[in-house]
């Protein structure tokens, strides 16, 4: 097969494609930016110039309009029967364009708005030379990243030390043999925020490594992937490779792969193999803080590979998005031999297996068996079937690919046993979630937290949640308390509490953020707490819009504050030994007294599903005690003292019964 | 989205959107109940869809029929664009010869519809006059076995076209006719049921310039009008539509389509076909068993386009290449249609099945694939409270049947019949 780049920019060849007898591979560009691409078969050729216009317009336009408007041309991530959610362009715009690939094109899409600290990491095992064209090609980056590290995996001698020293980059050594040792030695000995990872059997595009960490637009976005193109494909091998294995490309366009995608897929088992290649894959330092590192049964030398599909499953799972960013170009060195296709198709189908079987270890769920279980065995089945009804011809792979399946089998107990103390992310017991009151004397001065308490589990969900946006939860973890086996985010204004311990947590993840300006997509949350907090924020309609803008159709709001029955102290008694409301405001840092539950219903646009006060007239007095000029002793005394009238409010108190607070539930419709 | 069946008196407007004139609203006429509307820019087709299930009288808003039009032609246009933009930044071109595009012959064949032949010849004589003149292209007009000389006086009122006689009714025989006296080097083949656009000539040219290894080139055909309840179910449930996208078929295999070239339904319509005349004439002109009129009033171009792909020749599909087809306006004629595609399709596969042995087993699938397709149909229709539908498709399905159990041997014996009737019995092509 003949491989033909075209640069559109300078026009294209005025002979179009030359007659040949072999299929003809075109790829086109604007300068340094990939648009599309055709196969050209023999009997098409040749192209005249006006056809191969028309073909090149043809192969760029959605690439070129995902580029120019805001919605029309978005590629949407693989799914069977997937709503079109992407509403054509506006039509005054798409008639008034001009220049369109100028204007595609003009300044690349060199937007990366931070520039964090970058570091390439490269294995590889006993192939010097492929390993100095990967390193010649990395010291062309218009971006030079902050550090390169060549993890030397199991090596037989010390050419490959020789080849890092000659390009001056660091080498690092990993005698374990097996391509996921190796990348998590990389990533233990790297430095930068963001970790580029190539292959030593590919060489890189000048701007591969800005485009990959462009490629990280939001906060969410943990990992970037990008374009996988052949740098021949004069064998056989690598024609094969190509065709029948579908070769790694995914298209001219960005593709956002999240948690909604990974929910939707989910029961059939998520493809997230489509996600990308590891060849061209980047991922933020914090993705493995998050999730782990990647998984050592997997990769090449061990079951194969997958093992860079396996740590984007566990950070879609996780509710992190990977994205997609085609303007990153690696040129991949496809094996030119077909046997060592054959036997690279044997290591993918057994190593996709293997993941499936770790995947299911690691969450349950059971669409991974399905995967494993009926729909592949029924691809090969219907494989097989389809090329003998049409008469195809035997696929060069599809022995190998039956022959990986079955040795695969063999790694069943990937799978393992459930774990019993595996988070379910459901509704803490009541029991479990009242005993954790944080508070000083739980049961009698610090009574009123416990009805907070019993307010919001009586409000909340029991369902599963997988996925929670606490705003401003500082460090009380009331949320995490909530639902236990949760991912949460914790948005909070100071950053001081980013590294208390309930923030630090397995599944707890800190966000520095304004909760009138959150840093996170539309719909990425299946819960929003605002516990005590909407007191806080001047601008209380914009908080509670924005938190139902990330909150998914579907999930639940979840708010507590004082409510319009609120004052301090409750009873004009107390005010000989307690602060006033101005001050009592201003200590707590509150900017508003408290609100109508009319008025959080208008806030938050719906009507509630559910509501529940708390602190009564009763309770009060131990709460105004609490929060009173009263020595620390006289304090707990007094509570003490007031533990059975405190303990009959408690026992009394009905949801809608009068009192100073209120906890509220909305579902987003 | 699917709307039900329309009813009986439904008439549909017809609109043509240039898209380089602002849009306006889209009103209905007091008897409309939708609207089926063309995108063009430049002249050039973007895109064809219809709007329906309307209230009469009303209209279609300029907002909604923005977004319908960003929907259908959002890609097109942007293909467009680029496709122009491609086309300033290439090396101006080598000086080409003079008469460097192929001469070319229109050819009607017809049968006692003067009315239609005369709205189509108009057409294309205003194609011609903006072309250049007489000289343009030439203009055949054949004669199939008329009853009266009303299509005579017809031709005899316009200037510069020919007239010729072929006696043997049929179709096909017709054609082979046109074939033999055409003397352009490209033949293109209309109905007379056809208004040819403004731009068919220019597609046509195109498309040859495009792909001068093309043996046959197809245009897109439209509505020229959905003025009752026969016409609009035909257009939607395809109608002749292909796209508004060129397309090109060559080689033994095409990717995708395994059918290929068996399933000879995708490369156009009979209707509106052009052929290198002398490519035609070595594959031995078209089949005249096939579209004899009754009982195989269809497959002939099928059959021609099969040939012509099969012989190594590329097939293009142009829309620039515009007709617009007035369809069926009775029931009755619309279920022959229906039949005649059914039987045209199986006399054409049951015909290749003999003269091709090699494509056997893609035939064999080809005539799997259309018995489920139309078994798909049936269901579709199964759930419309109308029973047209359903006759619609029982009766292509039939005429399938009808097609593989030996129609195509008969009406050999019958053609074969039919020229010893009248001639010495030599065909004008074998």
């Known amino acids: 097969m003949e491989l033909v780049h075209l640069d559109l920019a300078s026009g294209l060849p005025p002979e179009g494609i030359p007659g040949g007898q072999v299929e003809c591979y075109v790829v086109f560009w604007w300068r340094e930016v990939p648009l599309g691409d055709i196969h050209i078969r023999p009997g098409d050729r040749p192209v005249t110039p006006r056809r191969l216009a028309e073909l090149a317009a043809r192969a760029v336009a959605p690439a070129v309009g995902d580029r120019l408007f805001r919605s029309g041309f978005r590629q949407q991530p693989p799914e069977r029967l997937a709503p079109r959610t992407d509403p054509p362009a506006p039509l005054d715009e798409l008639l008034s364009a001009r220049a369109v690939l100028e204007r595609a094109a003009a300044g690349g899409p060199i937007a990366g708005a931070s520039s964090p600290s970058t570091t390439v990491i490269i294995c590889t095992r006993d192939r010097p030379a492929p390993l100095g064209r990967c390193l010649a090609a990395v010291a062309e980056l218009r971006t030079a990243p902050d550090e390169v590290i060549v993890v030397d995996n199991a090596p037989t001698d010390d050419a490959t030390k020789r080849v890092a020293a000659a390009a001056g980059v660091r080498y690092v050594r990993e005698d374990r043999p097996g391509l996921s040792f190796a990348r998590n030695t990389g990533v233990r000995a790297s430095r930068g925020e963001v970790l580029a990872f190539t292959d030593d059997d590919a060489t890189v595009h000048p701007h591969w490594l800005d485009q990959l960490v462009a490629g990280f637009v939001r906060d969410d976005v943990m990992s970037v992937t990008g374009l996988v193109l052949p740098a021949s494909l004069d064998h056989a091998g690598q024609v094969v490779f190509e065709r029948h294995m579908g070769g790694f490309n995914r298209g001219f366009r960005p593709i956002e792969y999240d948690h909604g995608w990974f929910s939707r897929t989910c029961p059939t088992g998520t493809p997230v193999w489509k996600v990308g290649a590891g060849a061209n894959m980047a991922l933020r330092r914090a993705a493995f803080d998050r999730v782990g590192l990647f998984d050592e049964r997997l990769g090449a030398g061990a079951a194969g590979c997958s093992e860079d599909s396996e740590l984007w499953y566990r950070l879609l799972a996780e509710g992190w998005t990977c994205r997609y960013q085609p303007t990153a170009v690696v040129f991949h060195h496809h094996r030119s031999d077909i046997a060592e296709v054959q036997d690279l198709a044997r290591h993918y189908s057994r190593g996709h297996l293997a993941a499936l079987f770790v995947q299911y270890g690691r969450y349950r769920h059971s669409g991974n068996l399905r995967r494993a279980f009926v729909a592949i065995p029924r691809h090969y089945l219907r494989r097989a079937a389809s090329d003998r009804y049409w008469r195809r011809g035997r696929s060069p792979t599809l022995r190998a690919e039956v022959a990986g399946y079955a040795s695969g089998l063999a790694m069943l107990g990937y799978a393992g046993p459930a774990r019993r103390d595996e988070p379910t992310g459901g509704r803490a017991s009541r029991r479990a979630f009242l005993r954790a009151n944080p508070f000083e004397q739980p049961l009698t001065l610090g009574m009123f937290y416990r009805e907070k308490m019993r307010a919001i589990h009586a409000i909340a969900r029991p369902g599963p949640v997988r996925r929670i946006l606490e705003v401003g939860g500082g460090q009380g973890g009331l949320t995490r308390l909530l639902y236990p086996g949760a991912v949460i985010v914790n948005a909070d204004y100071d950053r001081a509490f980013a590294h208390r311990p309930v923030n630090e947590g397995a599944g707890s993840h800190f966000t520095c953020a304004d909760g009138t300006w959150l840093p996170f997509r539309d719909e990425c949350f299946d819960a929003v707490t605002l516990f005590d907090v909407l007191e806080h924020i001047p601008d209380d309609t914009r908080a509670v819009a924005e938190a139902r803008r990330v909150l998914r159709p579907g999930g639940q709001l979840l708010l507590s504050s004082p409510n319009d029955a609120w004052r301090f102290p409750y009873y004009r008694a107390f005010r000989r030994v307690c602060p006033t409301d101005a001050e009592i405001m201003a200590d707590w840092g509150h900017v508003r007294r408290g609100y109508a539950l009319a008025e959080l219903d208008r806030l938050a646009g719906t009507g509630h599903d559910a509501a529940h006060t708390f602190i009564t007239p009763l309770t009060v007095i131990a709460h105004d005690v609490a929060f009173s000029r009263l020595p620390r002793r006289v304090r707990r005394a007094a509570g003490l003292a007031l533990a059975p009238l405190t303990w009959a409010g408690y026992a009394l108190h009905r949801p809608s019964a009068l009192g100073t607070e209120t906890a509220v539930r909305w579902t987003k419709r | ?430």
């Open chain 2, 1 to 430: 989205m699917t709307t039900k069946i329309p009813r009986a008196g439904t008439r549909y407007g017809i609109a043509d959107i240039e898209l380089t004139r602002p849009l306006q609203a889209l009103p209905l006429a007091a008897d409309e109940t939708g609207v089926a509307v063309l995108l063009r820019r430049g002249r050039r087709p973007l895109g064809f869809f219809l709007v329906e299930g309307r209230e009469p009288g009303t209209e279609v808003p300029i907002d909604e029929l923005s977004r319908l039009v960003a929907e259908h032609a959002g890609q097109s246009l942007v293909d467009d664009v680029i496709a122009a933009e491609l086309g300033q930044r290439r090396p101006p071109p080598q000086p080409l010869p003079r008469r460097s595009r192929p001469s070319v012959t229109a050819a009607i064949c017809t049968r006692d519809r003067p009315d239609d032949l005369r709205r189509c010849l108009r057409s294309l004589l205003a194609v011609r006059d903006a072309a250049g003149g007489v000289d343009a292209f030439e203009i055949v007009v054949v004669e199939n076995a008329p009853s009266s000389g009303a299509t005579a006086a017809v031709i005899g009122g316009m200037p510069g076209v020919r007239r010729c006689l072929e006696p043997l009714p049929g179709l096909d025989f017709a054609r082979n006719r046109a074939l033999a006296e055409a003397t352009g080097e490209v033949i293109a083949f209309l109905d007379d049921d056809v208004v040819v656009d403004a731009g068919w000539l220019g597609g046509l040219l195109e498309a040859l310039a495009e792909n001068p290894d093309a043996g046959c080139v197809t245009g897109l055909v439209l509505p020229a009008e959905l003025g009752c309840e026969a016409q609009v179910i035909f257009e939607r449930r395809g109608g002749f539509r292909r796209g508004c996208r060129k397309l090109r078929y060559s080689g033994p295999a095409q990717p995708g389509n395994p059918l290929y070239p068996a399933g000879a339904g995708i490369f156009g319509a009979g209707c509106n076909m052009a052929f290198k005349r002398q490519a035609l004439i070595d594959l031995g002109g078209f089949d005249e068993a096939l579209d004899t009129g009754p009982p195989l009033p269809g497959g002939g171009d099928l059959d021609a386009f099969y040939r012509v792909v099969r012989a190594g020749h590329a097939l293009v599909y142009e829309p620039s290449m515009l007709v617009f087809h007035r369809h069926r306006r009775d029931l009755e004629g619309l279920r022959r249609q229906y039949r005649s595609w059914g039987a045209g399709m199986m006399a054409f596969v049951a015909k290749t099945w003999t003269t091709d042995p090699s494509q056997r087993w893609k035939l064999e699938r080809l005539v799997w694939w259309w018995v489920r397709q139309q078994l798909r149909e049936l269901r579709r229709a199964a759930g419309e409270p109308e029973p047209v539908l359903r006759r619609m498709v029982f009766a292509e399905l039939a005429g399938g049947v009808a097609g593989l159990a030996g129609t195509y041997p008969r009406s050999q014996r019958r053609s074969a019949a039919i020229r010893r009737q009248h001639r010495d019995g030599t065909p004008v092509y074998e």
